[in-house]
């Protein structure tokens, strides 16, 4: 049973960064895709930035050029560091594993606000 359990969020104000972390449980981490997705209340869920197992990254227009998405795997962890934080990116911020089958974690609030 695959867990993933996410950390970092909180209240930032605009222009402040943020690293969000994502623990997976199981030996499977190193060999598959990972992402990161947020959702704000009443819309669809989208992808904020992806990882392969190799290490290439992308990432919405968004917010190329302020987030940072990487992976550890020696400690099952990916993790997204948010720089440059706007208003607008405001959400629940969750974690991703995609083996054929979607894992999620349960999320973690990051509220940009002054």
């Known amino acids: 049973q695959v867990q993933l359990v996410e950390s970092g969020g909180g209240l930032v104000q605009p222009g402040g960064s943020l690293r969000l972390s994502c623990a997976a449980s199981g030996s499977i981490f190193g060999i598959y895709p990972m992402a990161w997705y947020r959702q704000v209340p009443g819309n669809q869920r989208e992808l904020v930035a992806a990882i392969t197992s190799s290490g290439s990254a992308n990432y919405a227009a968004s917010v190329k050029g302020r987030f940072t998405i990487s992976r550890v795997d020696a400690k099952n962890t990916v993790y997204l560091q948010m720089n440059s934080l706007k208003p607008e990116d405001t959400a629940v911020y969750y974690c991703?594993?995609?083996?054929?089958?979607?894992?999620w974690g349960q999320g973690t609030q990051v509220t940009v606000s002054s």
């Open positions: 991703n594993l995609n083996t054929g089958l979607l894992y």
